[in-house]
Every structure is written in C-alpha cells, then in structure tokens.
C-alpha cells in the first residue's frame, strides 16, 4: 500500500482531532538547540474538529489547543486544550455553544436569538496569544482572552478585551510598540466601525485613538506599522450583515456572511501617536490577512504582506475542501505594495510567488523599518498546507529553502539571538510528519536556514496558528 507521503495527501492528518494532552514531557533532542536558546516557545491552534457529535465546518471553528517547548538544560513539551465554553458545553453538551466562524449553535432557535441579544459571542481561542505584563491569554476574533498558567497551560479564567472600549470582537493579531500595544477593535451594526487603540504593554485599560467608519463592514486580520504611521489594510471583502443577523434563524454563519464588496483594496494611514487620518489609498482588489513589515521611504510608505486574489483565502478554508485530495485554494503570493502620501493609488509587485503564508521577521529589531531578510511558509504541489520554509530578501534576491520529504511545516517563528553572541537567530517550527504519525518541532539557523535540531513528539499536533517566542532575547513579542 502506498504511504500518504507517496501518494501526497498526508497534509490531511494536519486536520485531524489529538486528545491526547500531555503535560512536561522531556523531548529527545537530534542535533543542538543553541545554548542561549532560553525561554519558552507558546503557540495556539486547533485540538480538535469536532464539537462533540458535531462535525466542525470551518478551519476556524476547531477547538483551541496551546503548545508549549520550554528551553532550559533540555526542552519540554506541553500540549492543553482551552478550557473555553465553548471547549466545556463541547465535552459536557456534545455540541456547539455559540456561533462558530463557519458552524452554527447546535440550539434551538430561541436560544440563538437569546445569544444574539445578549452579545453571547465564542471564546474558542485558537488563534494567537497575547503577554500583558505577567498575564498569558489565548486569543482569538471574540471578545474574550482567555487567561492561562504558561508554566502548566491550565486555564485560570477569560478576560473581556472589549471592556473600556466601544466594540464587539479586538483583533487576534497586535503589535508591541515600546510600553504599550496597539490594536483595533470592531463594532458591527449595518456597517462596521474600527477602533484603534493602545493599551500598557503591562496590562491595564485601553485608551482609543480614533475610530474608522464604513458604510459596509470590511474584514481587517491585522494591521502595519512604520515608525510613525499604523496602515489599516482594508480588505474588499466583509459581511453581509443582513446575513448575519438572519443567521440567528436560518443557521448562517460569519463565513455564510462573507461576500466580495465592490470596492478597491484601502490602505488606511493613521498616525500611530495621535491616531489623525494622514490618508488612504487605494490598490486593485485582494485579500490580505498577514503582514511581513512595513516602512517609511522617500514621501510612500512601502507595505509586505501576503495577498491572495479574493475571499475565497476565507471561504475556501471549510475541512471538506482541506481535507481534499486536490484542494480548491487561491495562492497567496508575497507583494509589496508602495503607497504614496500625497495622492494617487498604490502600486504593487510579486516580491515571491507562492502559494506563501505566515510572513515572519525579526520583529523586535525590522518591525517598521527598512529590513533585509523575511520568512515564509511555502507550499508546492496539490497541498492544502506547506511545504517548506522559505528566507526571501524583500527587495530581491536570492532564495533559501528548507524542506523535509514528506512533512509540512507550521508557522516559522524568529527567535533573534542575545547582542553577545554571534548568532543572528534561530526559526523554530512545529513540522507534521505523516509518515511517523507525529510532529516533530524543528531548529533552523535563521541565516542559513540550516537545521540545527529537532525534537520529535510523542504525538501528532493538528497543524497549528499563530505563537509567541517569550525569553531573555526577546522582549514580550517575536510577531505582530
Ligand atoms: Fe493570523
């Protein structure tokens, strides 16, 4: 029988359900992880596909589950669901609490309009986390963090991101910015309004800057930064809110809502101080959720990110269509977009062709500025996740590639290495082998793109989101 590796579908056990949890597990470790590689390394991501008896529909909908690698004299591993409640009515309900992005309540209908009044939004975090001050919080688009203990991953309790400020759900993707974050929140009505705000890198309440009023409701993943300015990418694609607010009913869900606006791409440039409109401009329709970087030059403002043709980089990511023998994905390619400032429309070019995603950079040193080396996850042949790991020099350049027959690597994160050493960094990467049935967390020398070490689990990880490296050399973020 021809193994999945041979035949090329092993990407499809990235989509399968791991119950196991597993609590500091000593890893054994092939090759060397440097030695001032101290800290930990937290990321988030699927657990499970399945809401008790009910089949999730949607990549997003998956029940979170963290993972962490500490790095001391060796490296431990822990995996734990969230504690939300939507994971608890999950195991004590065996169904779906509230509307999932692409799964609607398993509740009668009086229920769900019970919901839709009184705000009854999901708190499944499977996206990211977020460290204010000593406080560790699995998020997600919700209003709701949901806190946790870094050490053990046990959850203590949930955090309403959205009190102090006038908005329904804040974003999963933030940036640090000295002592403080920034991020946007988003209240929906007929339309939409974005709320950018900051809040003390050491926790505490936010304070809005300005808000960003549409007459439709765009969908934003996340947001640029240059030394001065915060660039809004508004995508030409948003909800249908009618939609929406029917689903409560018909059972629609946020991704049944999802629809192309007649619209170009916006990049909105606010000042990231005092939050004043310094201009927006326009680009030809695409859909963006990452950005790599962004920067000041010359009276433009140059922005890297990962554009796909149109919405389907979101309705197309439904487990039926991941889990296919030959998926149906729009690529994503990395381009630059240079965006002037005073008047006229954007232009763009394909700095890597993909399919690409999870754009990474040293974050603590190039976030806004001019920046020589960027990371991304690459796929080649019919495959809904990557396959390789890709070094691009943004303005052109040659190209290093990492890759391991048959496994698909998650989201490279940089880890930069301490200012006494002679190091530029390492990537980590959680890496799905099929073959072995397990995931194997992979070191590569980030200049090189060399591999250093790898650690394989005792178990298989469903592929993964969005993590934070948290340790001596990184202060607080190595994303945005
Ligand atoms: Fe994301």
Redesign the pocket.
Known sequence: MASEQETGTGYRRGFETQREELQDVSLSVEGHFPDWLRGRYIANGPGAFEAGDTDLRHWFDALAMLRSFTFDDGVRYSNRFVRSEDFRFAREQDGVRAMLPGTPADRPPWTRLRQALTDAFQDNPS??VVRYGDDYLAVTESPWGIRFDPETLETTDRVDLTAGLDCDVTL??LHRDGNRFLNLGVSYDRGATYTLFERPAAGGDPTPLTRLRFEDAPYV??FALTERYAVVTVNPVGLDTTTLLTGVVTGDTFIDAVEPLDKPLRFVVLDRTTGDHVATVAAPPAFV??HANAYETDGEVVVDCVAYPDERAMTGLTLANLRAGAPKLPSGDLVRYRIPLDGGDASRRTVHDGPVEFPMIDYARDNGRPYGRLYLAETRGESSLPTALVQVAPDGGTVTRWADAGGYPGEPVFVPAPEDIDDYGVLLSVVLDPDADRSVLVCLDAASMDELARAPLPHRLPYG??GQFYGPPVDGRTMN
Request: hydrophobic fraction near 30%; proline fraction near 0%.
């Open positions: 996206v990211g999963a993707h993943h996340s959720y990452h989101f969005h």
